[in-house]
């Protein structure tokens, strides 16, 4: 077994090193002209006493800072449970992600001499990546003098779990027991704890005998309910986790009033302890908590108990199509096909019969992804009924529904004529059909920290107050609206944002006669759910790999969208807005998926990124399912689709925040819209979104 590793580095190369009693592959992002790597093997654990300015410089990227890395890869499986970094140069790394290929990763901390000496619990490997996430403003690369990763690790250092005993520190006031005396997952707080009024920085600490892998924070807020008319949009509190090993990261919202809960996830780092900071956002609110939960690395945070009724739809049964008529022209509009039977949405079991328009004469046959048979790996798109419009433009097509999907599907009918007749496609939920998951593609490792199934109802209203999510894009002033739909609030009743069968559907339908205020002269409603609420409380993750399993809609101007922000963008307190977008989905070419990273600052784009994947979709994103997700790193993005990696992007703005995902259907995106083939009407159904640090 290899009880130890000596990093050596070769610009735009790979060197093979004898480390012990074994070769390991080493690689790096970069080297500059003049690294010596085999120096690492001349300072085997440098005393961190040595000074900066005494230290050999062993290696040094090549005109990068964060986001640059150095990998090693071991002939076999090796078991590590100690990690000791040497910075160099006069500009030492600040922190660093430690990614192992099996077992997730770990934020390091250097001091202010660019030293890390760390134990965590050990874990087997094949291969560790240490990328730097954040360095100095002045720096222009980075530098190292060694890097040790071995099994020298005393495992009584890591033993017991944060949900063990804590001691409670308080800065002021009394009772600092109140920080941990209810439970989250059943929906109790216990007592509150209030820091005195002279205390103007106060603060709680959790901390324990021992360092834990933590991953997450859980926060409920003052019981009192703070409001500012001049900022009606603010949080009460907002603050910093400080940790022990001398990482922090943001808390960018903490609500008051009714309990909701701040859910902050981040990379596991081993820390004896956290100390939740505390400042007011509002200058009336009251610095009072009345819950800290932390959690260890594997185990994911509970949700408040639903206390709502919540929003579900049920799929109406689809009318008899026997009779249905077309209309009196001689086809759909612009002589494209339209639907006429059954609405869009509706419930089909077996034998499903459908009446489109089309021009006289017109052949169409009609497509649907069919899930795999036994001895097949996947499904495929198959033909499933076809024929010919009469003289009257009527179009009836029978098939039977008992063989495709569960659950929501779609049918492509496409027509066999020459010329511009867009395929047409009918959106339903079967009844019957066989049943199609999938679990996702987490990195290996990683904690699941936010896993939303729709299995309930949905627990939204507009800014968030008292329930799970917003159903807005949170921004500074409040609700903000984009596109050409306006974003529906789940109390007028519309139904455009709702569970159905286990899925979110988000619904685009025309505004008719509802009395929705429009403030661009929409002419439809749509939807969008956002894991922060309004003032930046909710669900947030620093690091993290996103993900969402949904069926988009086709249609001209459909914009169906599963994307992120940095948490600071929902304050007032936010120079930079940051914005990484897993997908975007534009209905006039299922086969198109795109994905990008976006930065504004003061309204004007400070970046603007965007990568089109054409026809790389395995399949037609309206017709079969796709997972879409993200992970968030030190200076870039990583971009899947169904588990596979298509696509980098670098320059990140405000990595190391916390990043809220949201979920939406919107129109337009830069495309003119035209759904009067299906009514006006659109479904975007989502079966699961999870996220994992």
Same mark, same amino acid.
């Given at each position: ?30 080297? *500059?002209? #003049? ?24 290696? &040094? ?16 499986? +090796? ?7 040497? *910075? ?12 192992? @290929?099996?077992? #997730? ?8 001499? #660019? ?13 560790? /990546? ?14 190292? +003098? ?28 009394? @009772? ?59 949080? !009460? ?125 017109? !052949? ?5 992804? &069919?899930? !795999? ?48 007749? =867009? ?16 679990? #996702? ?21 507009? +800014? ?68 922060? /609420? ?26 169906? *969208? ?18 990484? @977008? ?13 994905? !990008? ?29 796709? +997972? ?15 588990? =596979? ?49």
């Amino acid at each position: 077994m290899v009880l130890f590793v000596l990093l050596t580095l070769v610009a735009g190369s790979t060197a093979f090193l004898l480390a012990r009693a074994a070769d390991v592959q080493v690689s790096a992002s970069s080297s *500059a002209a #003049g690294s010596e790597p085999a120096a690492l093997l001349d300072h085997d654990k440098l005393d961190a006493a040595v000074p900066l300015s005494d230290r050999p410089v062993s290696w &040094r990227s090549d005109d990068e800072t964060t986001g640059a890395w150095v990998e090693l890869d071991w002939p076999e499986p +090796t078991t590590v449970d100690h990690v000791e970094v040497r *910075a160099a140069g006069r500009a030492p790394f600040k922190n660093a992600v430690l990614t192992f @290929d099996r077992g #997730g990763s770990l934020l390091l901390t250097a001091d202010e001499d #660019g030293n890390v000496g760390l134990d965590f619990p050990a874990r087997q490997v094949s291969s560790a /990546r240490l990328t730097f996430a954040e360095v100095p403003q002045e720096a222009t690369s980075v530098a190292l +003098t060694s890097l040790v990763l071995d099994g020298s690790g005393d495992p009584r250092a890591t033993d017991g779990e944060a949900t063990d005993s804590a001691e409670v520190t308080i800065s002021s006031g009394a @009772d600092p027991g109140a920080l941990v005396d209810g439970d989250i997952g059943s929906g109790e707080v216990g007592g509150e704890w209030e820091a005195l009024p002279d205390d103007l920085a106060p603060w709680g600490e959790l901390s324990w005998e021992g360092a834990r892998e933590l991953s997450s924070v859980q926060i409920v807020g003052p019981s009192a309910r703070a409001f500012d008319p001049t900022s009606s949009a603010s949080a !009460a509190l907002h603050g910093r986790l400080v940790f022990d090993d001398g990482s922090s990261v943001l808390v960018s919202g903490i609500s008051s009033g009714e309990p909701q809960v701040t859910t902050i996830a981040f990379t596991p780092r081993m820390a004896s302890s956290v100390r939740l900071v505390l400042e007011k956002t509002i200058d009336q609110a009251e610095f009072a908590i009345r819950e800290i939960a932390v959690h260890e690395a594997g185990t994911t945070p509970p949700v408040w108990p639903q206390q709502e009724q919540g929003h579900v739809v049920a799929a109406p049964e689809a009318d008899d199509c026997g009779t249905a008529a077309a209309p009196p022209s001689a086809g759909g509009p612009d002589g494209q096909l339209a639907l006429v039977c059954p609405a869009p949405g509706a419930a089909i079991d077996g034998e499903t019969s459908v009446v489109l328009h089309a021009p006289a004469g017109t !052949a169409v046959t009609a497509t649907a992804w &069919r899930p !795999a048979t036994p001895g097949s790996r996947s499904g495929s798109i198959e033909p499933i009924a076809s024929g010919t419009a009469d003289a009257a433009g009527r179009l009836p097509l029978t098939f039977d529904a008992s063989s495709l999907q569960h659950g929501p599907f779609a049918v492509r009918m496409t027509a066999e004529v020459q010329g511009d007749v =867009r395929p047409l496609y009918v959106q339903l939920v079967n009844r019957g059909g066989e049943q199609v998951t999938s679990e #996702g593609s987490s990195p290996p490792g990683m904690t699941l920290q936010w896993a939303e199934d729709f299995s309930t109802p949905l627990s939204a209203t507009q +800014t968030g107050a008292g329930a799970r999510y917003a159903a807005t894009k949170p921004a500074p002033w409040g609700p903000s609206e984009f596109g050409d739909a306006v974003f529906a609030d789940p109390a007028d009743g519309s139904e455009n944002l709702a569970t159905l069968d286990g899925h979110l559907r988000v619904r685009v339908d025309p505004i008719g006669n509802r009395d929705i205020r429009t403030p661009y002269d929409q002419q439809h409603v749509g939807g969008i759910l956002s894991s922060a /609420r309004v003032g930046g409380s909710g669900f947030a993750a620093q690091y993290g790999y996103f993900e969402a399993r949904m069926l988009g809609p086709a249609g001209l101007g459909t914009w169906p *969208a599963f994307w992120m922000l940095d948490s600071e963008s929902a304050t007032n307190r936010g120079e930079v807005t940051s914005e990484v @977008d897993a997908v975007e989905l534009y209905g006039r070419n299922t086969a198109s998926s795109c994905h !990008a990273i976006h930065a504004w600052t003061d309204g004007e784009d400070a970046l603007d990124e965007q990568f089109c994947l054409e026809d790389g979709i395995r399949g037609d994103w309206a017709l079969s399912w796709h +997972t879409y997700g993200v992970r968030i790193m030190p200076g870039e993005a990583v971009f899947t689709v169904d588990g =596979r990696e298509v696509h980098r992007m670098v320059g990140v703005v405000n990595d190391a925040h916390p990043y809220f995902w949201m979920v939406d259907l919107a129109l337009g995106g830069g495309w003119p819209v035209d759904l009067s083939s299906t009514t006006g009407v659109a479904d975007l159904y989502v079966d699961w979104v999870r996220v994992w640090t």
